[in-house]
T-cell receptor, first 117, second 113 residues
């Protein structure tokens, strides 16, 4: 079946603008995660959804970042008033469940490369 | 707070060598540990997930082991090939049922023909 998909693959914006990044998880996966990866670093956790609700948003860096998953499938990460420091690759992952067992294995999408000029 | 360390940052080996990639983590109260591969400019590909009840997990030429008591995991690659060249990341979940992952910085492997 289809894997996790993310759109757009690349996004270039100007400082201060608003951006939306979309994630389409694997069908049937109830858990969805957003991570951010800077050059030379491992991904860093941003937010985790179980179904429609944000179960853990402790990784969001500030209130300019917000994410939704209104129907428990597709998720959108929203960034307001973008700053140059927001430039990174934003990765989305999904898992069958949010539990940390075998069914919690996370599968990642190709990412969206965000560049803020 | 979970911290994951992978050393060295880069490794270059000739084709055909067997090699071991190391990963250490600070919070041993984990339910599983996952290894990923990342090619340049790409997303992460899941290689292996080891549950805490297992000591090893194998997939083809890859074998991953987990020792919770010492806070270590290793990824063994047998008979390395140039196509194995990539960055390998290990990731451990935070304590409890929540499986949000903490990643190491990765080991960039280059296999020379």
């Amino acid at each position: 079946g289809a894997g996790v998909s993310q759109t757009p693959s690349n996004k270039v914006t100007e400082k201060g603008k608003y951006v939306e990044l979309r994630c389409d998880p694997i069908s049937g996966h109830t858990a969805l995660y957003w991570y951010r990866q800077s050059l030379g670093q491992g991904p860093e956790f941003l937010i985790y959804f179980q179904g429609t609700g944000a179960a853990d948003d402790s990784g969001l860096p500030n209130d300019r970042f917000f994410a939704v998953r209104p129907e428990g499938s597709v998720s959108t990460l929203k960034i307001q008033r973008t700053e140059r420091g927001d430039s990174a690759v934003y990765l989305c992952a999904s898992s069958l469940t949010g539990l940390a067992g075998a069914r919690g294995a996370q599968y990642f999408g190709p990412g969206t490369r965000l560049t803020v000029l | 707070k979970q911290e994951v360390t992978q050393i060295p940052a880069a490794l270059s080996v000739p084709e055909g060598e067997n090699l071991v990639l190391n990963c250490s983590f600070t919070d041993s109260a984990i339910y599983n540990l996952q290894w990923f591969r990342q090619d340049p400019g790409k997303g992460l590909t899941s290689l292996l997930l080891i549950q805490s009840s297992q000591r090893e997990q194998t997939s083809g030429r890859l074998n991953a082991s987990l020792d919770k008591s010492s806070g270590r995991s290793t990824l063994y690659i047998a008979a390395s090939q140039p196509g194995d060249s990539a960055t390998y990341l290990c990731a451990a979940p935070s304590g409890g049922a929540n499986s949000k992952l903490t990643f190491g910085k990765g080991i960039t492997l280059s296999v020379r023909p």
